[in-house]
């Protein structure tokens, strides 16, 4: 889980580095560099909140055998 979130993260930057650079002919810009992270971090946030909602309603193993004990 912490695994997808890493990852997603590395993605998230390396597109908003990436494009920022390209959009700049490869020099950095800081402003377009800032706005794009401010997306990357946007993203994340959002990816988070959805992914949390969903892991919230899978049952544990231990959540189960508390539940049907």
């Known amino acids: 889980m912490?695994?997808?979130?890493?990852?997603?993260?590395?993605?998230?930057?390396?597109?908003?580095i990436g494009s920022s650079l390209y959009w700049a002919d490869w020099t950095l810009d800081p402003r377009t560099l800032a706005v794009n992270c401010i997306?990357?971090?946007?993203?994340?946030?959002?990816?988070?909140?959805?992914?949390r909602?969903?892991?919230?309603?899978?049952v544990?193993?231990?959540q189960g055998k508390d539940t049907f004990s």
């Open 2 to 16: 912490i695994l997808r979130r890493v990852l997603a993260a590395m993605i998230l930057f390396a597109f908003a």
């Open 39 to 51: 997306v990357a971090v946007l993203g994340l946030v959002l990816l988070h909140f959805r992914w």
């Open 53 to 58: 909602a969903g892991e919230r309603k899978i």
């Open 60 to 62: 544990t193993p231990k």
